[in-house]
């Protein structure tokens, strides 16, 4: 079954340190992935996507994200967090059999500590 | 460019009520999707607009959902009546791509609670 996992439900970290957050997917097909970030009070804003080539695929707000299609992973890193950072992170597939719908994982809320 | 609006933004009903959501796509945006996320549960894929017709509503929980989209303008999404398990975050997504993946741009939500 297609799916989307993401073991961290929450994840504190101070200001200006390292980030990463994980997401593994189940899907057969070549997997279309993105990063979502819902701040307070907001939509989902993309951040990244990869649908094909460079398995290193940078996004706004300085996020990247690494797809290694060996570990059915595809996690977002940031350098060095800032405050306005704190959020919750969805990672996402979108299939491709049918209509191009998203499934989910059930998101990580991120803590900043200053 | 205006983005996805939703209204309303929060809507407290009692259980057997009625409510309708209304979400506004991107101008020219042809795709119009529904998604659900119940508090403490994945976001879920209710249904999937192209203009004016249904794509795909293999998500829609029942039948006491009826989603409709005028026009291939507006859509609404009506919970008639609704149950204490409707309750949840309802985002509505538009896209502009009809041969591929492309990117869904979100709305704000509609936060439902019901009583």
């Known amino acids: 079954a297609q799916s989307v996992t993401q073991p961290d439900i929450h994840i504190t970290v101070s200001e200006g340190a390292s980030l990463e957050l994980r997401c593994n997917y189940s899907y057969g097909a070549t997997p279309y992935l993105f990063w979502y970030v819902q701040s307070p009070g907001q939509g989902l804003q993309l951040l990244l996507k990869?649908?094909?080539?460079?398995?290193l695929v940078q996004g706004i707000k300085g996020f990247e994200a690494e797809f290694k299609r060996s570990q059915s992973s595809f996690n977002l890193r940031k350098p060095s967090v800032h405050w306005s950072d704190a959020a919750e992170y969805f990672c996402a597939v979108c299939t491709t059999s049918g209509t191009y719908k998203y499934i989910f994982g059930t998101g990580t809320r991120l803590k900043v500590l200053a | 460019e205006a983005g996805v609006t939703q209204f309303p933004s929060h809507s407290v009903i009692e259980k057997g009520q009625t409510v309708t959501l209304r979400c506004d796509p991107i101008?020219?945006?042809?795709?119009l999707y529904w998604y659900r996320r119940v508090m403490g549960k994945e976001i879920k894929f209710l249904l999937h607009?192209?203009?004016?017709?249904?794509?795909?509503e293999s998500g829609m929980p029942n039948n006491r959902f009826l989603a409709e989209r005028t026009g291939g303008t507006y859509s609404t999404l009506k919970v008639q009546p609704a149950e204490l398990e409707d309750s949840g975050v309802y985002f509505c997504?538009?896209?502009?791509?009809?041969?591929?993946?492309?990117?869904?741009?979100f709305g704000p939500g509609t936060r439902l609670l019901v009583l």
């Open positions: 997504a538009s896209s502009p791509d009809r041969t591929g993946p492309g990117t869904q741009y």
């Open positions: 607009f192209v203009k004016e017709s249904k794509q795909d």
């Open positions: 990869y649908f094909s080539g460079d398995t």
């Open positions: 101008s020219g945006h042809d795709n």
